[in-house]
């Protein structure tokens, strides 16, 4: 084997460990936690995780007229975020979201938990750049999909897959999901 695919093999293989060993200690986040999204099957690793993403307004549901519900997410004592507005597949890729629907959907957040949301992460991690500009203007720490690739990401009803029996190849279904999203 000449010398210089050598050397990008070990390169490939060095990143590929370096990956595997920030997600093996980086903490935990579960995606989609709404009422509307059941996480029955997911309580284990609520529990141990560290962020929580959360959907204010998904499918007409606002998490604020849930009292109960807020309290029992806010109890867990975890690092909340927002997770879109609506969570719809086109919501911050295709569609402009005005500074309106951003208000509401940090009401919804605020009024569920009692303080303004800080970080947010985009439905399906798409987006386009005026929404982006859009949120960092009022104040929220993006995450990308290099968070995705760091972090131990699970969703709430993932159609009864236990994240026990995720697989490697799992890491880049949501990149294969984004994909098929954006042709839709």
Not at 11 to 30: A, D, Q, T, V, W
Not at 136 to 144: A, F, H, Q
């Amino acid at each position: 084997m000449k010398k210089g695919i050598k050397i990008f093999l070990i390169i490939l293989f060095l990143l590929i460990l370096i990956l595997f060993l920030i997600r093996l200690i980086s903490p935990r986040e579960i995606d989609d936690v709404t009422p509307g999204i059941s996480c029955e099957n997911e309580k284990e690793y609520i529990e141990k995780s560290e962020y929580l993403w959360v959907i204010p307004n998904f499918q007409g549901n606002k998490i604020s007229e849930n009292p109960e519900w807020c309290r029992e997410i806010l109890s867990l004592n975890k690092t909340l975020g927002m997770h879109g507005i609506k969570h719809t597949y086109r919501e911050f890729k295709r569609e402009n979201i005005s500074q309106e629907e951003l208000e509401e959907g940090m009401k919804i957040f605020e009024e569920c938990f009692g303080y303004k949301p800080k970080d947010f992460k985009y439905p399906q991690l798409r987006y386009n750049k005026e929404n982006k500009k859009l949120l960092e203007e009022n104040g929220l720490k993006i995450r990308t999909k290099f968070s995705q690739f760091t972090h131990k990401v699970y969703h709430c009803d993932n159609g009864g897959i236990s994240p026990d029996d995720y697989k490697i190849t799992d890491i880049f279904r949501g990149i294969i999901d984004n994909r098929v999203a954006d042709v839709l």
